[in-house]
T-cell receptor, first 112, second 116 residues
Framework: DAGVIQSPRHEVTEMGQEVTLRCKPISGHDYLFWYRQTMMRGLELLIYFNNNVPIDDSGMPEDRFSAKMPNASFSTLKIQPSEPRDSAVYFC??????????FGAGTRLSVL | AQSVTQPDIHITVSEGASLELRCNYSYGATPYLFWYVQSPGQGLQLLLKYFSGDTLVQGIKGFEAEFKRSQSSFNLRKPSVHWSDAAEYFCAVGAPQAGGGNKLTFGTGTQLKVEL
């Protein structure tokens, strides 16, 4: 299995631009999680899905952030408009039962 | 709400020496506990987990961890460290959610440096 696949690995954009991060979970996994990692706040859960349905989005920092899961094999995290404070590494993880999570390699986002 | 404390931000050990990374958690019920490792530029890899049963759990790469309920601890150990173990280690506690799944709360991580 290829594991959780995230794209792009690196994204550099200018403040105000729209950013879309992509994630392909492990085939057959019913749960998908989006995390953000920063030096100041560590690893934070942003949102997670079960069977493509958002279950808990209480970690989404503000309305500029949105996440979708149109099917079992694809999810996006969108930031519009982006701000410099959004610079971070964003991880996607998937899980079969919701207990053990397998992480992707992450997307390093830099907003200038 | 659950929380995790990793009191050591940085630890340096010599190759071949033993290692113990500390983790304390706060959670109202029996926790699900995890240790993950992150190498530079990489995602998190699961080392081991504790859900129930034997309080000493074995993981990959020769790591083990012991759950001590009385101390609210889940310390990670390895008898002999290899240079390739240099990485950042995260302890996490999982809380089951009504909508299914577990919400993981991570500690701030311990950066391990291995001296040759």
């Amino acid at each position: 299995d290829a594991g959780v696949i995230q794209s792009p690995r690196h994204e550099v954009t200018e403040m105000g631009q729209e950013v879309t991060l992509r994630c392909k979970p492990i085939s057959g996994h019913d749960y998908l999680f989006w995390y953000r990692q920063t030096m100041m706040r560590g690893l934070e859960l942003l949102i997670y899905f079960n069977n493509n349905v958002p279950i808990d989005d209480s970690g989404m920092p503000e309305d500029r952030f949105s996440a979708k899961m149109p099917n079992a094999s694809f999810s996006t995290l969108k930031i519009q408009p982006s701000e410099p404070r959004d610079s971070a590494v964003y991880f996607c993880a998937s899980s079969l039962t919701g207990s053990i999570q397998y992480f992707g390699a992450g997307t390093r986002l830099s907003v200038l | 709400a659950q929380s995790v404390t990793q009191p050591d931000i940085h630890i340096t050990v010599s190759e071949g020496a033993s290692l113990e990374l500390r983790c304390n958690y706060s959670y109202g019920a029996t926790p699900y506990l995890f240790w993950y490792v992150q190498s530079p530029g990489q995602g998190l890899q699961l080392l081991l987990k504790y859900f129930s049963g034997d309080t000493l759990v074995q993981g990959i790469k020769g790591f083990e961890a012991e759950f001590k309920r009385s101390q609210s601890s889940f310390n990670l150990r390895k008898p002999s460290v290899h240079w390739s173990d240099a990485a950042e280690y995260f302890c996490a506690v999982g809380a089951p959610q009504a909508g299914g799944g577990n919400k993981l709360t991570f500690g701030t991580g311990t950066q391990l440096k291995v001296e040759l």
